[in-house]
């Protein structure tokens, strides 16, 4: 087997303070332990370590008395750095991953590639102001985060969808199988999955 992608990192900032470790390789059922301070962030990121099968610890110690802004995006720049870090060169990678969840009576498409060209195109609407104590306008500051640090091309489309819990938790599911298929090692690709050579 390959060695274990992983990465662990820090950063600090007068805005936030975060750990995360994560392990795209996890040697038995994944796991997840996260604070971040916004509870409902903490459960969209059990369901990408669950439906990634990715181990994610993440701390985070943010200006939450300001709102969630900071948080929120600065998660996902160390999210998609710490991604980008595990994958290193991507040698043997699928580099594309897709998938439709249907959460009840909501419906959700994502699409990626690692391809290290960022892009973000996220196409739903939240009826709503909050989620619990996250702020549904942050989603998209998330995914947005997620795909300038990681290098990745990212299509969040929500075909279908009434209750804003039930989008939330499909981008999410969704997002973290398109992710898993996306970082699988297919044993027919021999170094980079680019008719160029290298992906960045």
């Given at each position: 087997m390959?060695?274990?992608?992983?990465?662990?990192?820090?950063?600090?900032t007068n805005e936030t303070k975060i750990r995360l470790f994560?392990?795209?390789d996890p040697a038995g059922a994944a796991g997840c332990q996260v604070d971040t301070g916004i509870g409902f962030l903490d459960h969209m990121f059990t369901h990408v370590s669950k439906h990634g099968f990715m181990d994610i610890r993440l701390e985070c110690d943010g200006d939450l008395e300001i709102d969630t802004h900071h948080t929120v995006?600065?998660?996902?720049?160390?999210?998609g750095k710490c991604l980008a870090k595990a994958l290193g060169p991507k040698a043997g990678i699928?580099?594309?991953g897709s998938s439709i969840i249907p959460m009840d009576?909501?419906?959700?498409?994502?699409?990626?590639?690692?391809?290290?060209?960022?892009?973000?195109?996220?196409?739903?609407?939240?009826?709503t102001a909050r989620l619990g104590d996250m702020d549904t306008e942050m989603f998209l500051e998330f995914f947005r985060a997620v795909a300038v640090a990681a290098g990745m091309n990212l299509h969040i489309k929500?075909?279908?969808?009434?209750?804003?819990h039930?989008?939330?938790?499909?981008?999410?599911?969704?997002?973290?199988?398109?992710?898993d298929q996306a970082v699988r090692l297919d044993p027919r690709v021999a170094g980079s999955p680019s008719t160029k050579g290298m992906l960045e």
């Amino acid at each position: 087997m390959a060695d274990r992608r992983s990465c662990e990192m820090e950063r600090n900032t007068n805005e936030t303070k975060i750990r995360l470790f994560l392990d795209l390789d996890p040697a038995g059922a994944a796991g997840c332990q996260v604070d971040t301070g916004i509870g409902f962030l903490d459960h969209m990121f059990t369901h990408v370590s669950k439906h990634g099968f990715m181990d994610i610890r993440l701390e985070c110690d943010g200006d939450l008395e300001i709102d969630t802004h900071h948080t929120v995006e600065d998660i996902g720049i160390v999210f998609g750095k710490c991604l980008a870090k595990a994958l290193g060169p991507k040698a043997g990678i699928v580099r594309y991953g897709s998938s439709i969840i249907p959460m009840d009576e909501a419906l959700v498409l994502c699409a990626i590639d690692l391809s290290g060209r960022p892009y973000l195109n996220f196409d739903a609407t939240f009826t709503t102001a909050r989620l619990g104590d996250m702020d549904t306008e942050m989603f998209l500051e998330f995914f947005r985060a997620v795909a300038v640090a990681a290098g990745m091309n990212l299509h969040i489309k929500v075909l279908e969808g009434a209750n804003n819990h039930h989008i939330a938790e499909g981008i999410f599911k969704a997002f973290a199988r398109a992710l898993d298929q996306a970082v699988r090692l297919d044993p027919r690709v021999a170094g980079s999955p680019s008719t160029k050579g290298m992906l960045e």
